[in-house]
């Protein structure tokens, strides 16, 4: 729910504006960003395949400079599609960022588990 710009959750005592949150999920992309690269290079020195095959081309031929090109790419163009919303949506290209990366990282972990 929202009242006065301020998000509030039914049954918790949080109080949350939409940049505070945008701020939260920025940390939460950084986090998921660098834990889908480390993982997946593990998973690779391990003899684990990447499935996407946009990635894998660009891991096959740059390494780590091309995943983190992707990961730059996928960065820029969140960061160009932001200023297009409300500020009150704002929050949505964050979260569009980092919910994909965080899945990535436990279908990584969870395979990083499968060979260890």
């Known amino acids: 729910?929202?009242?006065?710009?301020?998000?509030?959750?039914?049954?918790?005592?949080?109080a949350i504006t939409p940049?505070?949150?945008e701020r939260l999920l920025w940390g939460l992309v950084a986090v998921s960003l660098i834990g889908d690269v480390?993982?997946?290079f593990v998973g690779l020195h391990l003899g684990l395949t990447e499935s996407?095959?946009?990635?894998?081309?660009?891991?096959?031929g740059y390494g780590v400079i091309g995943m983190l090109a992707l990961?730059?790419?996928?960065?820029?163009?969140?960061l160009a599609c932001r200023p297009l919303l409300p500020p009150t949506y704002r929050a949505v290209v964050p979260a569009g960022l980092?919910?994909?990366?965080?899945?990535?990282?436990?279908?990584?972990?969870y395979m990083?588990?499968?060979?260890?």
């Open 52 to 60: 996407n095959p946009v990635a894998h081309s660009a891991i096959t």
């Open 38 to 40: 480390l993982t997946t």
């Open 1 to 14: 729910m929202q009242s006065n710009g301020v998000l509030r959750s039914r049954g918790l005592a949080v």
């Open 71 to 78: 990961k730059a790419g996928a960065l820029a163009v969140g």
């Open 98 to 109: 980092a919910i994909p990366w965080m899945l990535a990282v436990g279908i990584n972990v």
């Open 19 to 21: 940049a505070e949150l």
């Open 112 to 116: 990083i588990l499968t060979v260890v």
